[in-house]
């Protein structure tokens, strides 16, 4: 009998911070909800951390202005952010999709992957239903379901299934697809990347798909081979259990007052990375590929990771990918906007033990830069 095929879901929450709120105030369901610091009179850069659906008509969304928000909305509420709420919703919700399928990736504060065998995707879709419908019984918050043999493909399926849907899509419907969207839906591609492939004419993932490899490849880095495999929708199926080895470990520190000064933050990154160091070691871990997060004064976030030439446990190797990960984006994003950074994230991806193979995730944590607007 041939082997049931391993399915990735990818589970995204939807408005995560509203539905926190919502389930802890269900008389404000069907209103406008905005989870933010409520505008005043006085000047503010905070932003709007989390809408609701029905907030969202009017114009409102994640990372806007506050006044921006009150001015085109101004009947909605308001409720102050409750992080250590969502936090602990966070931990509730992947404890529930732990219990139900046995192991559990996170991805974020509202964003999961689960594998799933199932023999086609009629199956696969009804394992999603059912748990989407037992997810909201169980803990009264609504998610969005996404399904592919691929990580990312299963992410942007979530995507397209917002809100509170379900969006399955067979290995052989991948480039079909994929064909008519963006190529900014493709998680990793930001407003530059974009700008760059636009000025060769690739705008959607169908344009994508019809250019060479090589020449993506020598715009983009390394990574862009596999983003023209994925358009083609060649990307290879997920084989391996998400924990079935460890697959990331970081560390991250929250500055008291916003830092703006780049010499402050290589001070910190070196000090998170001499962290990090110990800790991997310890574990007797090697890793192959190293991460900057920046959350930024207005919430918004900034990822990106470099990977090493070979798998190894140097803190040199660390120390000097890490520093000049934050150098770039310091350089790209707190010059052309101004904004000081709240919290810093130093991260080894692509682990593995001393003495074993590579532990494999699934190319869509692979994907160079990943621009995050909070959740949503």
């Not at 009947?75 to 559990?104: H, T």
């Not at 350089?331 to 692509?350: A, F, N, P, Q």
């Amino acid at each position: 009998m041939a082997p049931v095929p391993p399915w990735i879901l990818y589970v995204d929450m939807d408005a995560f911070y509203v539905s926190c709120e919502l389930a802890d105030h269900p008389e404000l369901r069907g209103r406008p909800v905005i989870v933010g610091q409520e505008p005043t009179d006085r000047p503010t850069r905070a932003v709007v951390l989390s809408a609701s659906y029905e907030a969202r008509p009017f114009g409102v969304h994640s990372a806007q202005p506050v006044h921006e928000a009150a001015r085109r909305c101004p009947d909605a509420v308001w409720i102050p952010p409750d992080f250590e709420k969502y936090e602990r919703r966070s931990q509730e919700v992947m404890s529930w999709l732990e219990k139900r399928f046995g192991s559990v990736l996170p991805q974020s504060i509202d964003e999961a992957m689960v594998t799933v065998a199932a023999p086609d995707t009629r199956v696969l879709a009804e394992v999603a239903h059912g748990a989407q419908s037992d997810l909201a019984h169980d803990l009264g918050l609504p998610s969005s379901w996404g399904g592919a043999p691929s990580g990312v493909v299963a992410k942007i399926a979530s995507d397209v299934a917002k809100p509170n849907g379900v969006r399955i899509v067979d290995g052989s419907q991948i480039a079909e697809f994929l064909a008519p969207m963006s190529v900014r839906a493709i998680p990793g591609i930001g407003p530059k990347s974009a700008e760059r492939l636009a000025r060769l004419g690739i705008v959607t993932i169908a344009d994508l798909g019809g250019r060479r490899r090589r020449e993506i490849r020598e715009l983009l880095g390394a990574w862009g081979a596999d983003l023209v495999d994925l358009a083609r929708g060649t990307i290879p199926p997920f084989r391996d259990a998400p924990v079935s080895g460890p697959v990331s470990r970081s560390v991250d520190r929250t500055f008291p007052v916003d830092e703006g000064a780049l010499p402050a933050l290589e001070a910190s990154v070196r000090e998170l990375a001499r962290d990090l160091h110990r800790s991997v070691t310890k574990e007797g871990l090697r890793f192959g590929a190293v991460g900057i997060g920046l959350r930024w004064s207005d919430f918004q976030r900034t990822q990106r990771v470099r990977a090493l030439p070979g798998s190894t446990s140097s803190l040199d190797a660390l120390e000097t990918a890490a520093i000049r990960l934050v150098r770039e984006l310091y350089g790209e994003e707190h010059r052309g906007l101004g904004r000081d950074v709240r919290t810093v994230t130093v991260r080894v991806e692509r682990l593995a033990r001393e003495s074993g193979r590579q532990a494999r995730l699934d190319r869509y944590v692979e994907v160079g830069p990943d621009p995050h607007d909070g959740p949503e």
